[in-house]
Structure formats: C-alpha cells, structure tokens
C-alpha cells in the first residue's frame, strides 16, 4: 500500500556532502512521522532522524550539527542532508513510515572514504 524509494546514495570523501531523497507514494498521509535509519555491516538498524507531521525533528546524537532532515509534503519526499561525513557514517540508509505497520525503502548505500 506504501512504497518507499530512496536515492541520492554513494561513494563520498571524509568530509563530502551528500543529499538522500526517499519518495513516499501509495496510500500516504503527511500527518505520520517518517525517519530515517541505518544499518552497518554487522551492526543493528539504528535510528538516525526523524520528522513528525508538524515539522519538528529528532536526531541521533552521533550526526546531531551535521546532518538536517526535511520533508516536502506537496511531492511526498523526505530528505537527508549529510554534511561533514565521516567513515563511520558508512551503512545502508533505509527510508521509514508507519502507517498501522512498518514500511520500508530498500536502503540506499553511502560509502565514506577515509
């Protein structure tokens, strides 16, 4: 019913910038919270930012000052900006909704050189 598409994924210096982009489409409403969150090889999913209906957010502390999450409800898509990446930063970021279930993007892949 809900379909989330990320993109904006990559390869990135120490550093480097990158924007992640997640398109919601399906039967979304822009009231639900969204986030975003990552998973490292061999480590948990973990939660990195998230946006409620109404513009407030919430980050975790190891990206707070660097990273900035935004929403644009007129296209249905979220954003992650990443700045001053660090290798530690590198994971698959998965695009989250909940709508009486979890919803999941594929994950996209950012890969922070030292």
């Known amino acids: 019913q809900v379909h989330l598409v990320e993109s904006g994924g990559g390869l990135v210096q120490a550093g480097g910038s990158l924007r992640l982009s997640c398109a919601a489409s399906?039967?979304?409403?822009?009231?639900?919270?969204m986030a975003w969150y990552r998973q490292a090889p061999g480590k948990q999913r973990e939660l990195v930012a998230a946006i409620m209906s109404d513009g407030p957010t919430h980050y975790a502390d190891s990206v707070k000052g660097r990273f900035t999450i935004s929403r644009d409800n007129a296209k249905n898509t979220i954003y992650l900006q990443m700045n001053s990446l660090k290798p530690e930063d590198t994971a698959v970021y998965y695009c989250?909704?909940?709508?009486?279930?979890?919803?999941w993007g594929r994950g996209t892949q950012v890969t922070v050189s030292s």
């Open positions: 989250f909704y909940y709508s009486g279930t979890n919803y």
């Open positions: 399906g039967s979304v409403f822009s009231s639900n919270t």
